[in-house]
């Protein structure tokens, strides 16, 4: 979105998220022996994990939590000077809470809340990952070896939040944040958007803001791992069928995003997607696609319809 006639581009991606995990052990087990993320720190409720091709510390931190559900939502800027002009646009939205010293390998950072209570923040300086000599990887440009167990899942990817107002969110996101809009769905004849689809980058979306059915706030409705190929989202089905992972959805493709997909609930009962293929938006003025009731098909372009869960269920449950 513009600002002075010149899009925003002061976020450089999404930088990490924050899982609440009611079954801490049962959950690190979920991403490290199934997913194939490596545990890099510990800072007490908290482990920090990595997909081998992530090149900062850490991208997902999993924290002990009475109820399941999503913490912090954290964005690299793209440079200290974008840093400190999102923070004064978010201080003039009245969205601010205040400068922190950084989390774990991040450094000073901006806290600050989305119009639905979503817990978010913005850093800019980011210590890169520096593999043990047992994790090297004999790639120049590979961050870490290629797990040897699990699904090997290769980088963070993106995450779904459910929100009461979703246009609310969405302008905030695209006027404040920068992020581009991508997709939409929008019922009843245009009145009623149900979902908004944003990136900072040519990734499709880094953010989706759906509607929260149940008219809570500050929910998650899933966090997705990026794999190589469709070979990938197959085999996490296998490891999750043998680990006794309950599979809500997939692996099937979607209609919007063009994401192949499985859906499954981490032990601590986030929803986690295992996620390929995507279409990659490299347009400037990429035209925004809407969906409505009739072009929608519930989400999938192929495959089984999703569940009533998928519609339903969210974290924490209400
Ligand atoms: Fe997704």
Known sequence: MAENGEPIQDLAHLGYVELLTPKP??????????????????????????????????????????????????????????????????????????????????????????????????????????????????????PMKFPTRGVGVRRNDHLAVLCQDVPANREFAQNILGLHLREQVIFDNGATEIGSWMSNNAIHHEIAYVVDVKGASGRLHHYAMWVDNREEVLRAADIFMDNGIFIEAGPSKHNNSQGFYIYSYEPGGNRVEVYTGGLWVFDPDFETVVWD??????????????????????????
């Open 293 to 318: 009731e009739e072009t929608r098909n519930g989400g999938v372009h192929w495959g089984a319809a999703l569940p009533e869960s998928f519609l339903n269920y969210a974290t924490p449950p209400v």
């Open 25 to 142: 052990d049962e959950s690190l087990w979920y991403f490290t022996d199934l997913l194939g993320m490596e545990e890099v720190h510990r800072d007490g409720p908290s482990a920090y994990l990595r997909g081998y091709g992530d090149y900062a510390a850490f991208t997902l931190k999993l924290t002990e939590a009475k109820q399941s559900g999503v913490g912090t939502i954290a964005w690299r800027a793209t440079s200290a000077q974008a840093l400190e002009r999102r923070a004064q646009a978010i201080e003039g939205a009245g969205l601010g809470i205040d400068w922190a010293d950084g989390d774990y390998s991040k450094g000073r950072t901006y806290r600050f809340r989305d119009p639905d209570g979503h817990a978010m923040e913005i850093y800019f300086e980011q210590e890169k990952y520096a593999a043990p000599e047992h994790l090297r990887s004999t790639l120049r440009n590979l």
